[in-house]
């Protein structure tokens, strides 16, 4: 009897290591449950960081679309000023849009790996360790923070290239990367809790692209709120990625911010789409 050929990894798991996965999949005896979460989480962030580390063409690709929104958008409605921004140029004003923009897209599609690490078995294993399963969504969660707070670099380095005025003051600089892990935390969340609706990549992919485009246009990220008609206004209300624009835009700009409010609403935000996720976190397992 001939042996069965070998099925190839998917690039992005050829990138992890052995001993990354180790970290994930086997819990040493003596520490179970809770206590499992701070070292789940770094083990999450170094596979992702392994992963950028292998293929760098990620990074560059990545770079693309955003320097394109602020070298074609940010440029031209710059000369024609059809937006009040207040007296700031347009493309300093789209900056910080662009920053969360970058960060939604690469989180939105994070409930993908989860499907994959189903299909590899992987999620099997994870589940039968003693850690609950909200600090595996919550490991999972910031391991995209990071990932999109290295996007956001590009991105502010980009803007910075063309000429857009921002602060280099460290503790807003701070305060713009838990803004970014925040969001990202949510939109990552969103993504795994669609996976555990749908349980295919396919569904997830055409529900992913349908709401990237309606969120961000229903942000503050391309023109301010009062702009808007009243329906559009209701829906950037309740809308996350408004409230990491403006905070994203107080801390690099100083335009007039909320950000106690802004802070706020993507830290509960963030928890409860852990919330959401863990609780379908099984049905993707079944």
Request: proline share 7%.
């Amino acid at each position: 009897m001939s042996e069965a050929p070998a099925v190839p990894l998917p690039a992005s798991a050829e990138s992890v290591r052995p001993g990354s996965l180790d970290l994930l999949v086997v819990p040493p005896s003596a520490r179970t449950g809770w206590r499992l979460l701070p070292a789940r989480v770094a083990a999450l962030c170094a596979v992702e960081l392994q992963k950028l580390r292998h293929d760098r063409t990620e990074l560059y690709t990545r770079a693309i679309q955003p320097a394109l929104w602020l070298l074609i958008f940010g440029e031209t409605f710059t000369r024609i000023h059809a937006i009040p921004t207040g007296g700031i140029p347009y493309i300093d004003y789209l900056a910080p849009g662009i920053i969360a923009q970058s960060a939604m897209f690469i989180a939105i599609f994070y409930g993908i790996m989860i499907i994959w690490e189903r299909d590899a078995g992987i999620l099997t294993k994870l589940l039968v360790t003693p850690t609950p399963r909200s600090a595996l969504i919550t490991g999972k969660a910031f391991a995209a923070g990071v990932k999109a707070l290295i996007q956001a670099v590009v991105v502010v380095v980009i803007a910075a290239l063309l000429g857009v005025a921002m602060t280099w003051n460290p503790l807003r600089l701070l305060g713009v990367a838990v803004a970014v892990v925040l969001g990202s935390a949510f939109f990552s969340c969103l993504s795994m809790t669609i996976a555990g609706i749908v349980l295919t990549r396919d569904r997830l992919m055409g529900i992913g692209q349908a709401i990237t485009m309606p969120l961000f246009f229903g942000s503050n990220a391309l023109y301010p709120v009062a702009v808007m008609p009243g329906w559009l206004q209701a829906v950037s209300l309740v809308n996350p990625l408004s409230y990491q624009v403006d905070a994203l835009r107080g801390l690099l700009l100083g335009t007039p911010a909320h950000l106690p409010l802004d802070y706020g609403v993507l830290t509960v935000a963030a928890a409860l789409g852990v919330w959401s996720a863990s609780s379908l976190l099984g049905r993707l397992a079944r």
